[in-house]
């Protein structure tokens, strides 16, 4: 199936493209922490970079991987019960995230700081497995790598190609106010804006995912 068929076939499926942004909108937040926090701890707290680099590889490899893991797992259980569910479930997990991050991004301290920042690193990869493995279901078996493939671009587009400049440009039109806060009000205006209007497209995703997931035979 060419790749022109697969865009219009995907085009046509509301889920998709809610799903799409809202996957975007999460990397956004998820590369913008992993690119700018070890500035934030070393501005705002004097954090040396070899401790630095200790804790957060242990925060990030375990936590993390635990995320993209049982996020997967409680999604697929959910949507045994309807596949909407498991969308509410992520739209949940995206406002949860983001009220973790303000927990973290107001820490008084380096150790609650760190303490804090275990579980939006969990939550907020909940995202992937669910999203990449409906980005599949939503097809014919012979469109499913492009369709993949499809969804990774609009989540590196949005996410890695957006996230961490608009959130170090606001970093330094904070700076003359701020000063060396200024990465701390970034990151936290970043996470409370952006995590919540992902939460919106996973809900709306899920009204019409049951619909399109009835059309994924169209093309065979």
Known sequence: ?????????????????????????????????INFVPSFMVRSFGMGLAELGFWL????????GAGFFFGGLLADRLGRLGQRRGFNFLAAAMAASALCYTAVFL????????????????????????VLAQAQGLVSLRMRSVSSALMLLVIN??????????????????????????????????AVVILPWSALHYLLAGRSIEKDLARASEQD
């Open 157 to 190: 587009t949005i996410g890695l190609a957006m996230g961490p400049p608009v959130t170090g440009l606001l970093s330094d039109a904070l700076g003359g106010i701020l000063g060396a806060e200024s990465m701390r009000y970034s990151l936290l205006i970043v």
């Open 1 to 33: 199936v060419s790749l022109v068929t697969v865009l219009r076939f995907l085009l046509d499926r509301r889920s998709f493209l809610h799903m799409g942004i809202a996957a975007g909108l999460s990397s956004f937040v998820g590369y913008s922490v």
């Open 107 to 130: 820490a008084p301290t380096a150790a609650w700081c760190l303490a804090m920042l275990v579980a939006p690193t969990v939550i907020s990869n909940f995202y992937l497995a669910p």
């Open 57 to 64: 590889g242990i925060i990030v490899g375990i936590a993390g």
